[in-house]
């Protein structure tokens, strides 16, 4: 019987091919199947498979077929990579695949790949958390076809502040922003921005407050595959907001620093 390699869930990144992991690059490089989420996995990274290597779109696929193609393979000896996009964890259901193999007594591994939240926030040139402004990021989503929880509702996390990064959301502008503003701590005037195919060439950032976000974004035409972040973090710097980290702060002391500061270590070599 054929020696069977751990199935690798492999992150891809949020579109632009420089972005995956360089573990998941060399998982590709070595694979002899690949299993993708069509086209929102960029192309130029399935052109990084070896020569002979089958590669399947998952796209019109059901989870059992999905699940047949990665077991086949990885009980040929193969060495099967089921490539997601962004990150495997979220919003991957993952986890159903997981406990498919789980029955079938195979073994599997998880690449861990750049969500496109952190995309959106390098398009912005942002930070999502401030001293004093924000220290809590909260990736979530709108209820539609698929329900959320009760408690996690977007009025009810919008109640909390801090910075929210909505995925799967945007063809919903009216609805998210009625419910951000029902949690009582945004207002209209609260930062708002949509980033559209975050680091793909065709990306686009609209930018605006929760008063005006949601025509920028019909006049933009943008409708889906795009990241929807509000807080009073968003658009800081141009606010000229003055607080600022303790980290580098020449008077904080921390376990690499005395308050007085230090030189640098030279690289070896």
Request: glycine share 10%; proline share 5%; aromatic share 4%.
């Amino acid at each position: 019987m054929s020696e069977c390699h751990p199935i690798l869930f492999v992150g891809a990144g949020p579109g632009d091919p420089e972005l995956i992991t360089v573990k998941g690059l060399k998982a590709l490089r070595r694979a002899e199947v690949v299993v993708h989420a069509g086209s929102l996995v960029n192309p130029a990274l399935l052109s990084e498979c070896p020569a002979g290597c089958e590669i399947h779109d998952s796209a019109p696929l059901t989870l059992q077929q999905t699940h047949t193609l990665l077991v086949a393979g990885a009980r040929a000896g193969k060495r099967v990579v089921r490539l997601h996009t962004g990150d495997p964890a979220l919003y991957g259901a993952i986890q159903e695949q997981m406990e498919l193999l789980d029955a079938e007594g195979l073994d599997y591994r998880v690449v861990p790949g750049v969500t496109a939240a952190f995309a959106a926030a390098a398009a912005l040139k942002q930070e999502l958390t401030l001293p004093e402004i924000s220290q809590t990021l909260v990736l979530s989503r709108a209820a539609g076809r698929t329900p959320v929880p009760e408690a996690e509702k977007l009025s009810r996390l919008a109640a909390n502040g801090g910075t929210l990064c909505l995925y799967l959301s945007v063809g919903m502008m009216d609805k998210v922003v009625a419910a951000l503003l029902a949690g009582g701590v945004f207002t209209a005037r609260t930062p708002a921005a949509v980033v559209y195919r975050a680091s793909w060439p065709d990306e686009k950032i609209v930018s605006g407050t929760l008063a005006d976000i949601t025509g920028k974004v019909a006049e933009a035409g943008i409708r889906r595959q795009a990241l929807i972040l509000v807080g009073e973090a968003l658009g800081a710097r141009e606010r000229g907001v003055e607080k600022k980290s303790k980290l580098y702060d020449a008077q904080f002391a921390h376990g690499y620093r005395t308050p007085k500061g230090g030189e640098g270590r030279k690289a070896k070599g």
